[in-house]
Every structure is written in structure tokens, then in C-alpha cells.
């Protein structure tokens, strides 16, 4: 225990002044010589300071890498994050993920004068976003001297952190709701060597119970409250942006959760207009499934009153019901004048069969961007005609046991769902193949 109880980060005292954060409530600055996920005054939560005072470039993107960081979608960005030194950088090629264009799930948002871009952030080397967030937070571990880190997770922060603490050659601690979270992400968390945590309790609990431990031992927390992590997430806004070569979308459309995704789009979009690279805010729209979606209430009562709810549904990555970066992202839904709306889990499934059938494809999580999409295209919040992004978060194979159940097992009424693709048996026998070959060519 020794060890673990001493108070001393391993960085030589002065190395990192250049790395510094401030309190979004009082402004405190401080250096980030150590993991720091609150203020030390107030409590508030904190922002990475980027220095912004110059104008900057496209040219400058991805020039003057150092080779650990050559091919990274993330570090490409360098000059709008926070100055890691090089010899700290861990990452894992991560970033560089597609924008499709497809004019059925255009079709199926309602934007029929309009456009929808698919950003696929399930094309991360872990098959989601966490990974470009966790790529500089496992960087600034490395560079403060941390000797573990730790996480509490729904399963995707867990699997990327256990992949990048492998690369850093890092003990990695990870707390799970028990059986809670899908079999693809508890594969991979396991497969990649962290030390696994079964909570008896959701994530909520998960959390502040890891909290506990991080405030009283020097374990180095990368959950979406430490600000590095959010520097990374930024570039899904920048590669987007870059990708539309500069033109702002009307809307930008994402699952919330924890709602780090949300803190850290905001704070992309502003430092873009801030060195020129844009001239003015996409909106952004926030996709709570409905069983989980505290921070929608919240908007929808003029930011009165936060009250945290116990989370259900079946998009097990926004089952969260006391977001822990909800100041930050109501911040980002002020600057934009951002939406907040709910969908309910047949709305999420449905966009989900609609993306897996154009063989795009995502976790139910990341559906609710679309969901939404629909919805707000049916209300008139989003015009018909607008240019629409769509932001799915994680890979298809994150959960599989969801897309079985949803082609195979009959819903409450008996009835398969509306997409269901039930796969047919048949005897070894050629006639009965030549039965299923014709099905196959007239639908
Ligand atoms: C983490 C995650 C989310 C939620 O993001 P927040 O930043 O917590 O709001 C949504 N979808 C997937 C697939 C995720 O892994
Ligand atoms: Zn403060």
C-alpha cells in the first residue's frame, strides 16, 4: 500500500508548467502536473487551457508530428491541444474515420431537400470515439508519471483504456456495472489485460465510488471528468469540419450520455470560430434515450432545475442518469443554440436497422443521433432542407446480443420487429436452396 498511498507524482517539478487548466465556474487556473478532474476551490469542473492567440491554419494540421504520433487522426490537430511533450504521446493510429454520405438514411431523417453525413466514429482502433479522447488523456498519464489508471465505464471507456494502458505499458483498473454492460465490450476490456472491477450497482455508483478512490490515492482517472480526455474528443469536430472542407453544417447531430461528447463539441466549435477556421456555430442536437434523459428535462425546464434520474435502457453506452459533465454541456447547448430531445428505445432500434441495413451499421447508442434526427425534422426544429451530421459512436459488433434480439426474438405484442431478418433453415437438399436463392433475388 505504500506505494499507492504516496501523494507524489513521479513529473520533475516544473516540467509541465506549460500544461495548465481552469475552472469553468471560478476560474482558478492551476498546473496539470497530476490527474486533476475538480477544482481545488469550488469544486467546478475544468477545462485544458489551449493557447488560441494566433490564427491558425489548415497547412498546419499534421505537420511536425513526432513518429509516435505520425498516423494519428487525433494529434494531427496538434496546434488547438494542449502542449503533451512528444516522448509522452501513446497512440494507436486512432481518428482518421470516414464521413458517408447516404441519401436513404437522408431520407429516413426526412431531409429530402437537404443532406446527412454519416461521421462513423465506431472506425476507431477499439470500434469507438473513446479512443481519440483516451489517446490524450493516456498521454498526459504518462507524461504527469502516473503509474495506474482508471476508469468506471458502460464498456467503451473501459475497452479503449484498456488497449491504450497496454500500449503505454500501464496498469489499468476498471470498474463495470455487473452485468451490466454488453459482451463485446467486456471481450475486448478483458482480452486487452485490465484489471476488471464487477460492481454490484450501476454506472452512477460505479463512478462516484471509484471517486472515493482516486481522491485519496494517486491513481490517474481518465473518465470524461479529467479535461485531457475531452481535449481529445474535440477532433471528431475538427476531422469533420476539415472533411466538409471548412463548411459548417446547421446541425450536428450526437447521443448524450455522460455528456462529455457534448462538453467537448462545444468547446471544439468555439476555439474554431476563435482562430478563423469557421465563421459561425452549427447547432448542436443532444440524443437521450428516454429511460435515461435528466439532461433533456433539464433543458426543456429553461435550465431550472437538474434532477438526476436511475437510468433504463437498452442503449446500455447512455444509460447514465447524473451526467457527470452536465454544466459543461449546458454551456455548449447555450453557444449553439443546441436542441435536447428524448427518443424512446423503439426509435433508437428502428434508426438502428435502418443504418445496419445500408451496411453502415452501429451500436444502439449511437443510433439515437438519427432517431433524433427524425424527430426533430417532424417537429420543425430542423428544416428539411438543412445539412445534417449524424455522429454514430461505436461499432456494430460492440453488442452484438442486441442486434440478435432484435432480427430473432418476437417483441412483447408476438410480432417480429418491423426490420427483423430472420434467417431461414433448410434440408440439405438442392431444391430447397433453389427456393431460398429466389427469395434472395426478389427480396
Ligand atoms: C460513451 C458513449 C456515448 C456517450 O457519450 P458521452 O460523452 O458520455 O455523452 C455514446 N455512444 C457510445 C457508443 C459511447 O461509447
Ligand atoms: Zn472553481
Redesign the pocket.
Known amino acids: 500500500m505504500g506505494a499507492v498511498q504516496s501523494r507524489v507524482w513521479m513529473a520533475e517539478p516544473g516540467a509541465l508548467t506549460a500544461l495548465r487548466v481552469r475552472c469553468m465556474d471560478c476560474g482558478t487556473e492551476q498546473v496539470a502536473d497530476r490527474a486533476l478532474t475538480r477544482c481545488p476551490v469550488c469544486g467546478g469542473l475544468l477545462d485544458a487551457l489551449v493557447a488560441l492567440d494566433a490564427p491558425v491554419r489548415p497547412e498546419q494540421f499534421g505537420v511536425g508530428l513526432p513518429p509516435n504520433a505520425r498516423h494519428s487522426g487525433v494529434w494531427r490537430y496538434r496546434p488547438l491541444l494542449p502542449p503533451i511533450p512528444d516522448e509522452a504521446i501513446v497512440s494507436r493510429w486512432e481518428g482518421n474515420t470516414p464521413l458517408y454520405e447516404d441519401d436513404r438514411l437522408a431520407d429516413y431523417a426526412g431531409l429530402t431537400g437537404g443532406s446527412l453525413r454519416i461521421k462513423h466514429e465506431g472506425h476507431n482502433p477499439t470500434a469507438?470515439?473513446?479512443d481519440r479522447g483516451m489517446t490524450v488523456g493516456v498521454s498526459h498519464a504518462r507524461a504527469v508519471g502516473a503509474r495506474i489508471v482508471a476508469c468506471a465505464s458502460t464498456g467503451?471507456?473501459s475497452a479503449s483504456l484498456a488497449s491504450y494502458a497496454a500500449a503505454a505499458g500501464l496498469p489499468a483498473l476498471v470498474l463495470i456495472p455487473e452485468g451490466k454492460i454488453s459482451g463485446g465490450k467486456l471481450a475486448q476490456t478483458l482480452a486487452y489485460g485490465a484489471r476488471v472491477v464487477q460492481v454490484a450497482g450501476d454506472f452512477d455508483q460505479a463512478l462516484s465510488l471509484l471517486r472515493q478512490l482516486t481522491d485519496a490515492y494517486d491513481v490517474y482517472l481518465v473518465n470524461?471528468v479529467n479535461p485531457f480526455r475531452l481535449e481529445g474528443q474535440k477532433t471528431i469536430v475538427f476531422e469533420m469540419l476539415e472533411q466538409l472542407d471548412w463548411q459548417v453544417p446547421d446541425v450536428i447531430a450526437l447521443?448524450?450520455?455522460?455528456?462529455?461528447?457534448?462538453a467537448a463539441f462545444g468547446k471544439a466549435l468555439g476555439e474554431l470560430l476563435q482562430v478563423g477556421l469557421i465563421d459561425r456555430l452549427p447547432k448542436l442536437a443532444v440524443i437521450q434515450a428516454a429511460g435515461a434523459a435528466p439532461f433533456a428535462s433539464y433543458h426543456a425546464g429553461g435550465w431550472q432545475t437538474f434532477a438526476a434520474v436511475v437510468a433504463e435502457t437498452i442503449a446500455t453506452?447512455?444509460k447514465?442518469g447524473n451526467p457527470a459533465s452536465t454544466p459543461r454541456a449546458r454551456r455548449s447547448i447555450e453557444a449553439t443554440a443546441g436542441l435536447v430531445i428524448p427518443v424512446s428505445d423503439d426509435e433508437i432500434l428502428d434508426a438502428k436497422a435502418a443504418i445496419d441495413r445500408t451496411g453502415i451499421g452501429c451500436?444502439p447508442?449511437?443510433a439515437a443521433s438519427l432517431a433524433g434526427l427524425r424527430r426533430l425534422v417532424a417537429s420543425g426544429d430542423v428544416a428539411p432542407d438543412a445539412r445534417a451530421v449524424a455522429v454514430l459512436?461505436?461499432h456494430v459488433l460492440k453488442d452484438p446480443d442486441a442486434v440478435i434480439a432484435y432480427h430473432l426474438h418476437d417483441g412483447p405484442a408476438g410480432e417480429p420487429a418491423a426490420g427483423a431478418n430472420r434467417p431461414i433453415s433448410v434440408p440439405a437438399e438442392l431444391p430447397a436452396l433453389e427456393r431460398a436463392l429466389a427469395d434472395a433475388l426478389h427480396g
Open positions: 469507438s470515439f473513446k467503451n471507456t470524461s447521443p448524450g450520455g455522460n455528456l462529455g461528447n457534448t453506452a447512455i447514465i451500436e447508442a449511437s459512436t461505436g
